[in-house]
């Protein structure tokens, strides 16, 4: 099984409608990332949470949010989905600074 | 906000050649890592870089950290078509907070 896993691995989903992007990590580690990755942009930071009781903005948290369910659990919402959405979007664990451990990625279309 | 900046942002070269990527910044970062990233897939780390002027190597790569901190390169010697793919520099600003500011990556194709 992988460390860190993400789902669904694909969706597409309408204009206006919620939708929940998942992540669970068997890694132990504390912090967890959202990053959306857009051709030519890099990845690029939604959420991040250091423990349970500590959700922080990325640089593009912006019709986003998140909930840290337990220290293993970290979701990510799109309240209202538009088309710019449409991205690859990972989650990330880490320890420490000496490396972040990444999901398989979700693809979401936004139609 | 940190930025890294990317060098070239696509290479494409045949079997056996070198050839180095570079990952510049302004600022200057604690500690920088290097990502591989395949179709499909996430990043995956391939070295941490700490100290400046470092140089680490694993197998035909050769990754160096700048003496200032702010800058970084890979270089990857008689390349395979098993090395394409995307590659990520991320950096780390230090302190308690854990966040790591990416740069837009190099994709590599290395044809046969």
Redesign the interface.
């Known amino acids: 099984d992988a460390d860190v896993t993400q789902t669904p691995r694909n969706r597409i989903t309408k204009t206006g409608k919620r939708i929940m992007l998942e992540c669970s990590q068997t890694k132990g580690h504390d912090r967890m990332y959202w990053y959306r990755q857009d051709p030519g942009l890099g990845l690029r930071l939604i959420y991040y949470s250091f423990d349970v009781k500590d959700i922080n903005k990325g640089e593009i948290s912006d019709g986003y949010s998140v909930s840290r369910q337990a220290q293993a659990k970290f979701s990510l919402s799109l309240e209202s989905a538009i088309p710019n959405q449409t991205a690859l979007y990972f989650c990330a664990t880490s320890d420490s600074y000496t490396e972040a451990f990444f999901g398989q990625g979700t693809r979401l279309t936004v139609v | 906000?940190q930025l890294l900046e990317q060098s070239p942002?696509f290479l494409s070269i045949q079997e056996g050649e070198n050839l180095t990527v570079y990952c510049n910044s302004s600022s200057v970062f604690?500690?920088l890592?290097w990502y591989r990233q395949e179709p499909?897939?996430?990043?995956?780390?391939l070295v941490?870089v700490v100290t400046g002027g470092e140089v680490k190597k694993l197998k035909r790569l050769t990754f160096q950290f700048g003496d200032a901190r702010k800058d970084s390169s890979l270089h990857i010697t008689a390349a395979q078509p098993g090395d394409t793919g995307l590659y990520?520099c991320?950096g780390?600003s230090g302190g308690s907070?854990?966040?790591?500011t990416?740069?837009?990556?190099t994709l590599l194709t290395v044809n046969p």
């Open positions: 906000t942002q604690s500690s890592q499909g897939e996430g990043p995956v780390l941490t990520l991320a780390h907070n854990y966040k790591l990416f740069g837009k990556g």
